[in-house]
């Protein structure tokens, strides 16, 4: 996993609520036994259309879009299947954080662990980054701050765990696995073995 | 202090190392179910580390995702019936469980089917174990009161690696289900007027425990259904506490306790449900004596009203982009609606009582010419038992196809789709865009209102068509 700790870009605007991780990666392209190459999957029924050419009214095909590695996204953004190949494709196609007022549970973790930052925020601010597409802003994973373009600072929660992953580009697995005596003693010791 | 719930008698009892206010809890998983489609990259992760599996013992696998569901005489014939892509996945899963030692009901099993379908006739779900799988039905083995959730790929090789997972306590949400359930109405339609109510990030962060009258009066595969589309509410899991009903299906499964085992593993299970002053975050009722079939409109399991219903009128644009994709009116009424194919089958309703109830309404009578129906049992034990029961015969004199055991068209990955525009009233959870096909248009519904909904050849209330 890569180091994360400062994503600045412009922002790309999706206000539709409850966008599950089917749409983000259709099941068709789930037969891929690696991570790599899904950027070209990621949103494809909304991408392209049934000859297989980009849609020019869809926001991400569109120019504004070109670049953009801040996501901002309706209520309840990664719904659904568990699938990471989800996040996989975002990270991909080049988007590095979410911005929404609500991420479904394992999106955000799977989101964690490939260092594709989430960050929620209250309502107002959502709301003026929906009506503000474009707008260059920052996220600082370090002190867990928004900045938005008039020098405001929005917080956003990031536990300290997920934080200092991300800073590191450390995976969870080594941490892990560092646990391997008290996971032994928890084996050997409990009251029923499983 | 205050009693502890279900859910927290399972999560302490698992703790390795407890969560503190910079680190989350390292959390043990007692039974790791695995399929084709989420594990390979995990695998492959382990394998470029050098790392072996911890507990290959504490790992089932099964294939069921992007599984044909036409009969193959043996594996070389996959090639002949699957995508390239799909076929090599299948290999690659087959392999990786050869060469680490994991148990795998795959082809020539008869114990493969869908893996949330597969674990509860197994035996291998079992009260107050912790249960994960890189899907997020997971939720399903909450039935027995076990806490199963869904994982990513990249948990799964954690699994694999260590058999634990790092963990943030998540909130408890009680929701209280009351009333004798009216004719014809089921688990199935509980369970979308719970997500109806909530919303489909209702959940979001929160493990549900179902409670109350009308859960206690559900069998097991009724229990799993309420459980299974937990997730649909945006939940980590959804239990049920265990008791008479859920022991009683466990004895005698394959990989159940026995002898003076199983009695110490009732004891214990004896003990799980929430105490009397368990305190939860948050509450729920709901009164289930008036409910009727629920169908969805929309493109999420929580667009659903009684199937006598019309579509709701909201000015959300969400809203208004999930009718027109579904090319649905506000105000009209979701019954007559044209039918072209209808699908019971999926880790929600593929079981026997799911089979029961579509042959009991389809048994004598005709699947409307227009409509293309499929019945895909959840497992090979499912089929056995229905083709013995004679159900087969039902369905196929009916007009519908009866498949193999898999996944599907709940997600369409093995070539089984709904073209587009069609309609598809379906017994699965995701009436996602595109979940069945390209440009489909599911609607989510029970066993009985699919199989009323193909003999009418429109969306149908099954009501009048119960037999006596
Ligand atoms: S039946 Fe559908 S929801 Fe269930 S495990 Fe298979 S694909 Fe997932």
Redesign the pocket.
Same mark, same amino acid.
């Given at each position: 996993m890569e180091k994360t700790d400062i994503v600045r870009s412009r922002t790309v605007v999706m206000p539709g609520t409850d966008i599950d991780t089917d749409q983000i990666v259709p099941a068709r392209f789930l037969t891929t036994t690696t991570r790599k190459g899904l950027g070209k999957a990621l949103f494809a029924d909304w991408r392209y259309d049934k000859d297989g050419k980009p849609k020019a009214d869809f926001i991400l095909n569109t120019p504004a879009a070109a670049g953009c590695r801040i996501l901002v996204a309706g209520n309840n953004f990664g719904c659904g299947s568990s699938r990471e190949h989800a996040p996989w494709a975002l990270i991909d196609f080049g988007i590095q954080a979410v911005i929404s007022t609500g991420i479904a549970d394992i999106f955000r973790s799977n989101s964690l662990k490939n260092g594709l930052v989430p960050v929620i925020v209250d309502q107002a601010t959502h709301g003026w980054l929906l009506a503000n597409p474009g707008v260059e802003v920052t996220i600082d994973v370090a002190s867990c701050e928004l900045r938005l373009p008039d020098g405001r600072a929005v917080g956003f929660p990031l536990d300290g765990f997920s934080k200092y992953c991300l800073l590191n580009g450390v995976d969870q697995l080594g941490y892990l696995l560092h646990q391997s005596d008290a996971i032994a003693r928890f084996e050997s010791e409990r009251a029923w073995k499983p | 202090m205050s009693g502890r719930s279900l859910f927290q008698k399972v999560w302490d009892d698992h703790v390795v190392v407890p969560e503190t206010a910079d680190t989350p809890a390292v959390l043990y998983i007692d039974l790791h179910l695995t399929h084709e489609v989420t594990t390979p990259e995990a695998f492959n992760v382990l394998r470029s580390r050098g790392l072996s599996i911890r507990r290959p013992d504490l790992t089932v696998a099964t294939l +069921? /995702?992007s599984t044909p569901t036409v009969r193959i005489a043996s594996l070389k014939d996959l090639d002949v019936v699957s995508e390239p892509a799909a076929a090599a996945q299948i290999r690659t899963m087959i392999d990786n469980c050869a060469k680490n030692g994991i148990r795998m009901y795959g082809y020539g099993s008869d114990s493969r089917g869908?893996? /949330?379908v597969i674990g509860p006739e197994l035996g291998a779900t079992q009260p107050g174990k912790t249960i994960v799988c890189g +899907?997020s039905?997971t939720s399903t083995h909450g039935a027995f009161g076990a806490l199963g959730f869904g994982i990513g790929t990249t948990e799964v090789g954690h699994v694999l690696a260590t058999q634990c997972l790092l963990q943030r306590r998540p909130k408890t949400l009680a929701i209280n289900v009351e009333g004798k359930l009216p004719r014809g109405v089921t688990a199935k339609d509980v369970i979308l007027a719970i997500i109806g109510k909530i919303g489909v990030g209702g959940g979001t962060g929160s493990v549900i425990e179902y409670r109350g009258s009308t859960i206690r009066s559900l069998d097991m595969e009724q229990r799993m259904t309420i459980c299974n589309m937990s997730i649909e509410a945006g939940a980590r899991a959804g239990m049920i506490a265990p008791d008479d009903t859920t022991i009683q299906y466990l004895n005698g499964r394959p990989l159940a306790p026995r002898g003076a085992a199983w009695e110490a593993a009732v004891a214990r299970w004896r003990a799980l449900p929430s105490d009397a002053d368990a305190q939860f975050d948050k509450e729920v009722s709901i009164d289930v004596s008036q409910l009727a079939p629920m169908v969805t409109f929309g493109t999420n399991p929580g667009m659903v009203v009684p199937v006598t219903d019309a579509v709701p009128v909201s000015d959300d644009a969400s809203f208004s982009k999930a009718l027109a994709y579904m090319k649905v009116a506000a105000g009209k009424p979701m019954l007559g609606m044209p039918v072209d194919v209808v699908f019971v089958g &999926?880790?929600?309703n593929s079981r026997m009582s799911d089979l029961h109830d579509a042959a009991s309404i389809l048994r004598g009578r005709k699947v409307a010419k227009s409509v293309r129906m499929l019945v895909v049992p959840g497992s090979v034990q499912v089929q056995r038992q229905a083709e013995a029961e004679g159900l087969d015969k039902v369905f196929r004199e009916a007009g519908a196809e009866w498949r193999e055991a898999g996944?599907s068209m709940?997600?369409g990955m093995n070539g089984d789709i709904a073209l587009p525009g069609q309609l598809c009233v379906s017994t &699965?959870?995701?009436n996602f865009e595109g979940r069945q096909g390209i440009g489909a248009r599911s609607v989510l519904a029970s066993p009985l209102t699919a199989a009323a909904s193909a003999v009418a050849g429109v969306i149908a209330d099954p009501r009048p068509l119960l037999p006596n």
């Open positions: - | +069921d /995702h869908i893996v /949330h +899907d039905h &999926s880790c929600t996944c709940c997600l &699965s959870n995701r």
